[in-house]
């Protein structure tokens, strides 16, 4: 593998999505509603639990009874409260967190070889000394690399935001906890890697940016139904099954990147311009 040439695609491709505001924006304000404003709302709101009768935590409370016992244990010993704010900020947003890197990874992969195309760069590109298959991986990495900078950065912003908003309710440091390093450390880059997988293979197909970043957005809807599964009980995010998940990714990401890497030829592409 030339990784001198790859280097090089990957610190061009950086540089042209730091220049694109098409790319930028969706890069900051998302993060800034999924991490930030989204959190501190959901840390403010347990407030609501001590009203009486108030419906919505008297449903949370029947989720909490239906948990399983490794989790449910913990939040008894939390007051009423404390419970609120911790299933809210550590369970209920939790699959939402993933939609983070995979929106990153999305929006990068889509502007890898559309982006070239629409710039009139792909010419100069398929004339760089590498082969077809240093080529796919460079534009892999130019598309994974923020999107698990950005995901890490935003669950850094994600915990510092729930333990300042939610401190007059908890008046203790509780997050991360276990489960959430597991799922930012290793469950996020494997999400970035089935986004950039997937949408950098539409890209190839299509002429524009936002024609690949429309048809590469379907690959959020496994995350979509995460984020229903946990809400409605059917499973909870605890560390080994949330490594369990982690694993079913990556296995998803070999295969696309298997497949990508076997189907992906310049000469292709060649043709479309």
């Known amino acids: 593998m ?3 040439a790859i280097w090089a695609i ?5 540089k042209i999505v730091r220049q694109s505001k098409g790319v930028i924006i969706p890069l900051t304000v998302v993060p800034l509603i999924l991490m930030v404003l989204v959190p501190a709302l959901a840390a403010s709101l347990p407030w609501l639990a001590q009203i009486p009768g108030n419906e919505q935590a008297l449903r949370m409370e029947r989720y909490i009874q239906q948990m399983p016992d490794n989790l449910r244990v913990p939040l008894l010993a939390y007051n009423e409260t404390q419970r609120a704010v911790v299933l ?12 983070l890197p995979l929106m990153v990874a999305s929006v990068v992969a889509a502007d890898s070889f559309a982006g070239e195309k629409e710039r ?12 077809d298959r240093e080529l796919f991986v460079a534009k892999l990495l130019a598309a994974w690399i923020p999107a ?56 190839v197909q299509v002429e524009t940016f936002q024609e690949a970043y429309q048809l590469g957005g379907v ?23 949330v490594f369990i998940l982690g694993i ?26």
């Open 2 to 4: 030339n990784w001198r």
């Open 10 to 14: 990957v610190r061009k491709d950086l």
């Open 88 to 99: 809210l900020v550590v369970y209920y947003l939790a699959p939402m967190y993933l939609v």
């Open 120 to 131: 009139k760069t792909l010419e100069a590109l398929l004339y760089t000394p590498t082969t």
């Open 148 to 203: 698990v900078a950005i995901a890490w950065i935003g669950f850094a912003l994600y915990s510092v935001v729930v333990n300042w908003a939610a401190w007059p309710a908890m008046q203790q440091i509780f997050f991360p906890n276990a489960m959430w390093w597991v799922l930012a450390l290793w469950v996020a880059p494997a999400v970035a890697g089935m986004g950039l997988g997937f949408t950098v293979m539409i890209s």
């Open 219 to 241: 690959i959020v809807i496994p995350i979509i139904g995460l984020i229903v599964g946990q809400a409605a009980g059917l499973l909870y995010f605890s560390p080994i099954p």
């Open 248 to 273: 079913a990714f990556w296995t998803i990401d070999a295969g696309l990147i298997w497949f990508g890497g076997r189907s992906f030829q310049r000469s292709e592409l060649a043709q479309q311009i």
